[in-house]
């Protein structure tokens, strides 16, 4: 019977070919599958789980300053789109259009939603009139629809699950506080509960969001030294609202035009978990996020007493708010090994009656493969504190990752060779020109990813042009 059923599928070496190995994870560990139309994959209960657990965490932060969720529409009027002439040029190639409703073709063209900034607006423009009504602080939880040329599981579909928070203020101070504190809430996201450390930083004005007057970003990097966007959060200043004529009467009774930020992040994270942290073996989640924290494997589970006492376990942990599984199917203890280590489950527990002999089971670490015994009275806290332990190795080697594959250049050659040798994120100075932002990727390959937070005086000149240096920038292959 066991003979029958799958055994668990070999994983490409991430050193063979990357892309292969991240395809082999996504479908080999149940997370996506591909679905009839191109670039609209289906999220398996694996990946959806991850996602819920990643989005509960976000939700609350956000409840927790304020925000309230709201649903907009997901058909935008083509007349409401062309409001905003930069916002709309910069979405123009990704739109998909809904022509007919029924059989009857519409006076109207309906685009399918790339992201929600009209329609909030037109809301806005209705219900904002006072200051009194400032500032409204909203997310959206939905998916979006961008018709992109390329796409890949998690890193670029075509649907995409994501929250967008849209606000809006009576000043531009209060709006670009806003756009900072969002950030720096995504950093927390993704340090604190996916164990990715983070880049922040403001990105050039080629770079930026369309219709932005500034956009923020934090860049990950990953396992093959490329850049993962996890992040961004825009200021749009007041050229929204005058587009959408959004007014409101200040304290001194004038007429004043509030300021607009929006900020998302989408199910590309799940993609950036998957190339930060995992192996040869498939998958490593961080624990904090990860649908099941403990798999509980029971050794020899015919003989007496080993299938009750792995029940045991699994209910003094659900009781101590782990998320927990505990596997009794027919398959071998080394199939269940490797299914789980594939599924990057973050601590596996394994118990057989010798282990009931001496009053403790064993427990197995995903990221290092260690293994402790722990005593049955030492159970709650051994496994909580192993958790923890998890999360801080993925992170100091997901750290170590960025640390070391960080580099400085002070002439163009430079970036073009770290980027031959191996690649990674190269600081450099930079002038502010466009033209020497583009010919970075033309002689290079590379696009800048931020000008980040922490500034550093590499030289005094822009390594493209020679002209006197203005800010550091940090560039790098992207996702």
Known sequence: MASEKKMVEQITSMEQDFTQWYTDVVTKAELIDYSSVKGLFILRPYAYAL????????????????????????????SLLQKEKDHVEGFAPEVAWVTYGGSEKLTERLCVRPTSETVFCEHYANIVHSWRDLPKLYNQWCSVLRWEKTTRPFLRHREFLWQEGHTLHATSEEAIEETKRMLEVYADVAENWLAMPVVRGQKTDKEKFAGAESTYTIECMMHDHKALQAGTSH??????????????????????????????????IIGGIIMTHG??????????????????????????????????????LKEAGIRVKIDISDQSPGWKFAEYEMKGVPLRIEIGPRDIENGQCVAVRRDNLEKSEIPFDELEDSVKRMLDEVHNGLFAKAKKNLDENTFTATSMQEVSQIMQNGGGFVKTMWCGDLECELKFKEECGVTSRCI?????????????????????VIWGVAY
């Not at 029971?298 to 029940?311: F, L, M, T, W």
């Not at 500034?455 to 550091?472: L, N, V, Y």
């Open 51 to 78: 996602w819920e657990n990643i989005q509960s965490v976000m939700d609350k932060m956000f409840k927790d300053l304020g925000h309230e969720n709201v649903a907009m529409p997901v058909l935008i009027p083509e």
């Open 235 to 268: 200021y749009f200043g007041d050229g929204f609202a005058k587009a959408f004529d959004i007014t409101f009467t200040d304290k001194d009774n004038t007429l004043k035009t509030p300021f607009q930020t929006s900020w998302g992040v989408s199910t590309r």
């Open 279 to 316: 192996d040869n073996r498939g998958l490593v989640l961080p624990p904090r996020v990860a649908p099941i924290q403990v798999i509980i494997v029971p050794i020899a589970q015919h003989k007496a007493g080993v299938i009750e006492n792995a029940e045991k376990i699994a209910k003094r």
């Open 452 to 472: 980040p937070y922490q500034q550093e005086h590499i030289s005094d000149t822009c390594p493209c042009c020679g002209k006197p240096a203005k800010k550091m």
